[in-house]
Nanobody
Framework: QVQLVESGGGSVQPGGSLRLSCAAS????????MGWYRQAPGKERDEVAT???????NYSDSVKGRFTISRDNAKNTVYLQMGSLKPEDTAVYYC??????????WGKGTLVTVSS
């Protein structure tokens, strides 16, 4: 069983930055795709950014140019660098791992609040 633990959430003012981390209990080279999703109150969970073992990245239109996903295979950790934060980025951010074949693993989430 893969365990994913997020950290780095918190409160920040609009225009600020945060970096989220997701530490995996296994080698992330064994997980085809790692990603970040978010869920705002009353809304569905949406994909934010993903990165594959081949370092192919994908971003939602709402964060493109502001967020950067990266991975450190030696530390089994995936990061989400978030900049130019907006109030609409407020959500619980979840780390996801997906193996080939579609098996998904989820962290418990970390809350990001963007407010003045």
């Amino acid at each position: 069983q893969v365990q994913l633990v997020e950290s780095g959430g918190g409160s920040v003012q609009p225009g600020g930055s945060l970096r989220l981390s997701c530490a995996a209990s296994v080698s992330i080279m064994s997980i085809y795709r790692m990603g970040w999703y978010r869920q705002a109150p009353g809304k569905e969970r949406d994909e934010v950014a993903t990165i594959t073992t081949g370092l192919r990245t994908n971003y939602s239109d709402s964060v493109k140019g502001r967020f950067t996903i990266s991975r450190d295979n030696a530390k089994n950790t995936v990061y989400l660098q978030m900049g130019s934060l907006k109030p609409e980025d407020t959500a619980v951010y979840y780390c996801n791992g997906r193996r080939l074949g579609g098996m998904d693993f989820w962290g418990k989430g970390t809350l990001v609040t963007v407010s003045s």
